[in-house]
């Protein structure tokens, strides 16, 4: 999609974070942006925000429900006449634990909000995107901690973002055998992100509630976690979402299937990795204290 002025973006949980930041690089390239999110005070909030930047319009939605999808499909329609870029968000996490620790709901929610959500918003979207016969573009955000190589620590959140990637190629390989629609995994890197993933339970809905008490020490928040590695000696780099929103709209006008800062550096990975597995070998390490 190399011309996105006067075309129609939908961004999930589009509300903070990455999804926020997405969403205002996308206006100021002249797209009309419909924000969606399961947080309806900070939407409203965003909304009214991002319309200094262009047009835009905003419907709370909960990804795990197909129904909301749908609505919101029909709201795009209704506002913009069409949808050209569909922008599956939406994440959540749960804490660090091993997945014996983990509960039934722990998976449920995750999975629930990070694979199905990404699964409605193509199957309430794509349908009628095809139909229009309008080029158009799907980005799945996934994570490198589970599409690229495993993050042992965050098994549930890991699983949830390998699936996405694997669905994103199936989804894309698809779509290019005979629609004008292709599609793209953004992996958001560069450096840690202060987002709302640090976060999420705070949207966890009751029904989905733990059924039992977090280990001690096995969340954290951002700030947490940063003055933690300071009493180590050590400095993270962090990204600037703005910076990496930007660098995902230029990876869209230039038709790359995989949207990533650092992208270079991820053959040697996978090469090594590849390596270990044709040895018979797990190529993700083994996490001392944990």
């Known amino acids: 999609m190399k011309e996105l002025r006067g075309k129609v973006a939908v961004v999930t949980g589009a509300a903070s974070g990455i999804g926020k930041a997405l969403a205002r690089a996308l206006l100021d390239e002249g797209m009309k942006v419909v924000l969606a999110d399961v947080e309806e005070p900070a939407l409203k909030a965003t909304a009214g925000e991002l319309s200094a930047h262009g047009e835009v319009t905003s419907q709370a939605v909960d990804v795990r429900r197909y129904e909301d999808l749908e609505a919101l499909a029909d709201h795009t329609w209704s506002s913009f006449g069409g949808c050209h870029l569909l922008c599956n968000n939406a994440g959540v996490s749960v804490a660090q634990l091993k997945v014996w620790e983990t509960t039934p709901n722990d998976w449920e929610w995750v999975h629930s909000v990070n694979v199905r959500g990404v699964m409605h918003g193509v199957q309430a979207f794509v349908p009628r995107m095809i139909e229009s016969g309008e080029e158009g573009l799907v980005v799945n955000t996934s994570?490198?901690?589970?599409?690229?190589?495993?993050?042992?620590?965050?098994?549930?959140?890991?699983?949830?973002?390998?699936?996405?990637?694997?669905?994103?190629?199936?989804?894309?390989?698809?779509?290019?055998a005979d629609t004008k629609l292709r599609a793209a995994i953004f992996y958001p890197s560069g450096g840690l992100l202060a987002t709302g993933i640090w976060t999420t339970k705070r949207n966890r809905p009751a029904e989905l509630a733990r059924e039992r008490e977090v280990p001690e020490g096995s969340e954290t928040t951002f700030d947490e976690f940063m003055e933690t590695m300071k009493k180590f000696g050590v400095e993270l780099p962090v990204q600037d979402l703005d910076e990496l929103a930007r660098f995902a709209v230029q990876g869209i006008k230039a038709g790359d299937f995989v949207i990533m800062i650092g992208r270079e550096n991820m053959e040697a990975q996978l090469t090594e990795r590849a390596k270990k597995l044709a040895r018979g070998e797990n190529p993700t390490g083994v996490i001392p204290g944990m």
């Open 143 to 176: 994570s490198g901690d589970g599409g690229i190589q495993a993050l042992a620590t965050q098994s549930v959140y890991a699983s949830s973002k390998a699936a996405i990637s694997t669905l994103t190629e199936c989804l894309d390989a698809q779509l290019a």
